[in-house]
């Protein structure tokens, strides 16, 4: 099978691109022949890149030159399926949709919201009402959509096309938790045509896992964007609860983003010692201060897609105590892999971890079963084995 993936962006800047990025280097097992080009546009024009050379990066091509590039890449690599990630341009959709077969993945609620995180940014609080003529009313209260008139438009427009034509016509739509399926039922998709298949994480060996119990001062783990969405003001005032109760806890955070200098700010000057702000990190330094947390914190207060930091740290045999919103039960069980917590409640956050550093038989039987759970339900493995049946069937259905 040969599948190109298709999404937005021209460089690895987000998680989409990882999982791009690892879904190439495991499509050779599964038979697979995969490809991918990161397509932009910008002031009316389109920028192409190909994440597979070096010289087939191309610049400000009209639609007509975009439309050839990709008619003879489609026909020159014998291309079956296109798989489409994050991508708002109706236009190049519908083109896509000429040249073959479509497979779209709902990475986020872009395609049912125009704000793209069903969150009021505002108030924090999460929008539990369909996509419809109230979101302009709540862009410009709540502040959770671009307020611009045309940009809002284009916004709701995308979200209107994405559920009314395109996705009648594409072949299959995945979805990576129950949260997303849900919504998207709620606006109009498809039943049939939503298909769940959850994120995974790279197996990890079990002589790398670091048992950090019997550590005097233990460390505390956030990993993800520094912004206000993220819940990690919520996350320094747990961690600021544990240190007043006397608990030896130190708080790595690792990440970059525009509320950092802010979350700095909330730190309490008597504890700033026991609060790390490391920035942002490679892939071993991110890894080696996951192996090292006792437990890690996932408090994002808007509706998270799914949260693979979280089966990251599952993998480790690592408990997770987080703020129950949107996907994150999919892989958050409470009591089994860590705890699930309501939104917003720092306060039940610290009790949680502090159980956590109290009862370690506790400890000891969620850090087991996180890892059980994440090498069964989360591995490469079966979500290959799904991708790559869906690819299968949609070509047999073209065949028959």
Not at 281 to 298: C, H, M, N, S
Request: charged share 20%.
């Amino acid at each position: 099978m040969n599948i190109l993936h298709i999404n937005d962006k021209i460089t690895i800047s987000g998680g989409v691109e990882v999982y791009i990025k690892q879904l190439l280097e495991l499509s050779p097992k599964h038979g697979i022949k995969a490809f991918w080009l990161g397509i932009n546009t910008s002031n009316g024009f389109f920028n192409l890149k190909s994440f597979l050379t070096k010289t087939d990066n191309k610049y400000k091509l009209s639609f007509n030159e975009l439309f050839k590039y990709l008619t003879e890449f489609i026909s020159n690599n014998k291309i079956e399926i296109i798989h489409v990630h994050s991508l708002s341009s109706p236009k190049l959709i519908e083109l896509c949709l000429k040249l073959a077969p479509v497979v779209r993945s709902m990475h986020e609620p872009r395609m049912i919201c125009p704000g793209q995180g069903k969150f009021l940014r505002k108030s924090e609080q999460i929008c539990k009402k369909p996509y419809g003529l109230h979101c302009f009313y709540h862009a410009y209260k709540e502040g959770c959509c671009n307020r611009h008139p045309k940009r809002l438009l284009k916004a709701y427009n995308n979200v209107n096309f994405e559920t009314k034509i395109a996705s009648v016509k594409y072949a299959a739509i995945f979805v990576m938790s129950d949260y997303i399926l849900d919504e998207a039922l709620k606006v109009g998709y498809n039943k049939n045509k939503l298909l769940l298949n959850p994120y995974f994480t790279p197996t990890v060996s079990k002589e790398v896992i670091i048992d950090c119990i019997n550590d005097k001062l233990k460390s505390i783990v956030y990993i993800g964007r520094l912004s206000r969405t993220k819940g990690v003001h919520y996350a320094i005032k747990s961690v600021v609860k544990l240190l007043k109760q006397g608990y030896k806890v130190q708080f790595d955070v690792v990440g970059a983003g525009h509320d950092e200098n802010y979350f700095k700010s909330l730190v309490p000057q008597q504890y700033s010692s026991q609060f790390i702000f490391h920035g942002w990190q490679d892939r071993e330094a991110t890894d080696l201060i996951l192996r090292k947390a006792y437990v890690v914190l996932f408090p994002s207060i808007y509706p998270e897609a799914f949260g693979i930091s979280g089966i990251e740290a599952m993998m480790r045999a690592k408990p997770v105590v987080g703020f129950n919103v949107g996907g994150v039960s999919t892989w958050l069980k409470n009591q089994e892999t860590g705890f699930l917590v309501e939104q917003k409640n720092y306060v039940e956050m610290a009790n949680r971890v502090a159980r956590l550093i109290d009862d370690v038989a506790l400890y000891r039987r969620l850090a087991t079963n996180s890892r059980d759970i994440a090498l069964i339900k989360f591995s490469e493995e079966r979500h290959m084995i799904k991708l790559s049946n869906v690819y299968s069937n949609i070509l047999h259905s073209q065949d028959s």
